[in-house]
């Protein structure tokens, strides 16, 4: 397998919603990547921000969608977050919880004591998503920060991906809070902190770990702060045109359609580097200077194309200087919502 991207790596480490499954159906082609990983001797991971679930859920969850997975393999940020709770406050100290009722037993499982209003004195507040947060634990949550308890967040995705498209993520939730309150929380756990990535090698002794995930806020970010290479896959939120605008710190290694790319040469999907000259060419794309922009010409992978139109974004062309120069290009870059000029 060394001949692939995934055969660089001795670690894979997934994001979930976007990348494995959206909500509660697979992706086509995850499981058998997976399987095919596993058969080549690659250790796995799973590192999710959602913090609804608790990891032998979230294990039972990919099993019964075809996804081989233990629940050692999965690293949650309701999990980490309770793990961090634990090591800050005195054992059975009362802790207010929005979220799901996973959130609670992490909490619980901490050796602390979740509760749900202000009366209750909690020392601090741990919010994580859950389908069931509604205006009565955030306003208790809001009553709670403002009498000095301490802030967490499991995370702060704005949105979460479905079939159906974005949902509102625990980001939104959070903010609520942020709104009422006028600040932002006291402590993020999750993706883009990198501690879900780093606890993911240091448990499997990777030394070349690869984090694949569907968003550049989280995933991404969240990669190039635990200084690990990484893979966007365009299954979940991130779009080509938010990767043609990423900012440096959300810039990935590698780029796929999905899944497949770990089993394609690395040079298939690799995008530039930092300070590396603008490309010219890749596969049947071509781009030409045009005025101050540049010009899309030829026909292939809209992957290629859109690996082509990273290196001119990100050496200082702005997107609205893209242009389309062949009947492709243009269809190309309205599929995108990119409207070419």
């Known amino acids: ?69 233990e629940p050692a393999e999965v690293l949650t ?45 909690p020392v601090a507040v741990l919010q994580g998503y859950g389908p069931e947060v509604g205006w009565p634990i955030l306003a208790e949550a809001t009553l709670a920060v403002g009498a000095g308890a301490t802030w967490f967040a499991t995370n702060t995705d704005r949105t979460l991906p479905s079939p159906r498209g974005p949902l509102p993520g625990n980001g939104s939730l959070v903010a609520v809070l942020r709104t009422a309150l ?4 006291d402590v993020v756990v999750g993706k883009p902190q990198p501690a879900l990535f780093r606890t993911a090698a240091a448990e499997s002794r990777a030394e070349r770990p690869l984090a694949v995930g569907d968003r550049l806020d989280t995933d991404i970010e969240g990669a190039v702060n635990a ?19 990423a900012a440096e710190n959300q810039r990935p290694t590698h780029v796929g359609a999905d899944l497949s790319a770990l089993f394609r040469p690395a040079d298939e999907s690799r995008l530039p580097n930092p300070g590396e000259s603008a490309w010219t060419e890749i596969g049947g794309w071509h781009l030409t200077g045009a005025g101050d922009g540049v010009a899309l010409n030829g026909s292939g992978s809209p992957v290629d194309a859109l690996r082509l139109l990273c290196s001119a974004t990100w050496s200082g062309t702005a997107l609205s200087a893209v242009t389309a120069a062949s009947d492709e290009a243009r269809e190309l870059l309205k599929s995108w919502d990119l409207e070419p000029h």
Do not use: Q
């Open 227 to 245: 200084g690990m290479d990484s893979l966007l896959v365009l299954t979940g939120v991130s779009g080509p045109v938010d990767l043609l605008g």
């Open 1 to 69: 397998m060394t001949d692939h991207l995934a055969g660089g790596y001795d670690l894979v480490i997934f994001d979930l919603d976007g990348v494995v499954f959206l909500i509660d159906k697979p992706i086509p082609g995850a499981a058998d990547a997976i399987d095919r990983l596993r058969s080549g001797g690659t250790s796995i991971a799973f590192a999710t921000n959602n913090a609804s679930r608790r990891a032998a859920d979230v294990a039972a969850l990919l099993t019964g969608m075809g996804v081989n997975a």
């Open 182 to 185: 006028n600040r932002d929380p």
């Open 77 to 121: 940020s309701a999990g980490a977050a309770a793990a961090l709770l634990a090591e800050r406050l005195p054992a059975g100290a009362p802790v207010l919880v929005v979220g799901a009722e996973a959130l609670r037993a992490e909490v619980r499982d901490a050796g602390l004591t979740p509760v749900s209003a202000l009366e209750d004195g």
